[in-house]
């Protein structure tokens, strides 16, 4: 069946007014995800302010092979103390994808704001994950593939050729990026409604259908845009009021002003990561849903069987 992009390109705005509350859920999940993550960063500063120092004073002097492991193993087990974090973000990622296309597709689902822990967000996590991996492994192939061309173009034609080699190399896989994303871009929605993995299933039902489903992207992703650029009115002066704007980790900086800027006890703080979740929930409907929609328009409402690999 086909599928009207512009009409599926505003389903995330009709969901949210269909289920307000879901939003309002989405929007605590994120909340309690920022506050927690800068709670952890908070009892880092120490850590960190200890390690800049050692690390400027290594810039001076010629370190030794020991002294400079030391400083990256410092460094990493810093790190290892929010490594927990990535994980628990995969999971969130997960759980707020399959709601946004379980509010779309089972609209009758909506206890928690659509939210679940269960076998569909397992499905999900596996599909987002294999299908991130696949997309890493395009990336780097093509940007190999991209150096080698240049490389051969130069010994061939000096720097002019390799120039232009680069260039269309670069548009080349590009191209081919948005087409594979594009392609592959049914899949969360065809794991939620028919509850299986589905990792390249997407390529059946989005045959013949590219164009219209990157418009519905590109109005979906201008939308966010949009979105984003308003909430900044609001979200830029609470970030410079709370400290969170302006704190980096160097020698330049005061701990202090660090650990202010992490307080989750201040309420500018709170109020920041408030805003910026409830901006990071409308997104994740605004760009998510459109392509829930698009499923439902193209199956009819109906779980669809798809071949288990590309055509």
């Given amino acids: 069946m086909a599928f009207s992009a512009t009409d599926a390109a505003f389903e995330g705005f009709r969901l949210v007014r269909r289920n307000p509350l879901a939003l309002v859920a989405w929007t605590l999940l994120y909340a309690v995800l920022t506050l927690t993550a800068l709670f952890s960063l908070s009892t880092m500063v120490g850590q960190l302010e200890a390690w800049s120092v050692q690390a400027e004073a290594m810039e001076s002097?010629?370190?030794?092979?020991?002294?400079?492991?030391?400083?990256?193993?410092?460094?990493?087990?810093?790190?290892?103390?929010?490594?927990?974090?990535?994980?628990?973000?995969?999971?969130?990622?997960?759980?707020?994808?399959?709601?946004?296309?379980?509010?779309?597709l089972n609209p009758s689902r909506d206890r928690f704001g659509y939210l679940r822990l269960g076998m569909d967000e397992v499905r999900v996590l596996a599909v987002t994950f294999v299908l991130?991996?696949?997309?890493?492994?395009?990336?780097?192939?093509?940007?190999?593939?991209?150096?080698?061309?240049?490389?051969?173009?130069?010994?061939?034609?000096?720097?002019?050729?390799?120039?232009?080699?680069?260039?269309?190399?670069?548009?080349?896989?590009?191209?081919?990026?948005?087409?594979?994303?594009?392609?592959l871009s049914l899949?969360?929605?065809?794991?939620?409604a028919e509850r299986r993995f589905a990792f390249f299933d997407s390529f059946?039902?989005?045959?013949?259908?590219?164009?219209?489903?990157?418009?519905?992207?590109?109005?979906?992703?201008?939308?966010?845009?949009?979105?984003?650029?308003?909430?900044?009115?609001?979200?830029?002066?609470?970030?410079?009021?709370?400290?969170?704007?302006?704190?980096?980790?160097n020698s330049d900086q005061d701990p202090e002003a660090v650990r202010a800027a992490l307080d989750v006890g201040n309420p500018w703080v709170i109020t920041h990561a408030v805003v910026e979740a409830i901006v990071s929930a409308l997104t994740v409907g605004i760009l998510y849903a459109p392509f829930a929609a698009a499923y439902r328009q193209i199956t009819g409402g109906r779980p669809t069987e798809t071949a288990s690999g590309p055509v």
Wanted: glycine letters at 10%.
């Fill in 61 to 104: 002097v010629e370190p030794s092979f020991d002294q400079v492991w030391a400083l990256m193993a410092g460094f990493g087990a810093i790190m290892a103390r929010v490594a927990w974090l990535l994980p628990i973000s995969l999971v969130v990622g997960a759980m707020l994808a399959a709601a946004v296309a379980r509010g779309v």
């Fill in 204 to 249: 059946n039902l989005t045959k013949g259908r590219f164009w219209p489903l990157l418009g519905m992207a590109v109005l979906a992703i201008v939308m966010v845009m949009l979105v984003q650029l308003l909430s900044s009115i609001v979200s830029l002066p609470l970030g410079i009021i709370s400290g969170l704007e302006s704190w980096s980790f």
């Fill in 132 to 183: 991130g991996l696949v997309m890493t492994l395009v990336a780097v192939v093509a940007i190999l593939a991209v150096g080698v061309l240049i490389a051969a173009a130069k010994a061939a034609g000096g720097d002019g050729p390799a120039l232009i080699a680069g260039l269309l190399g670069f548009l080349a896989g590009t191209c081919f990026f948005i087409w594979l994303c594009v392609r």
């Fill in 187 to 192: 899949a969360v929605p065809i794991t939620v």
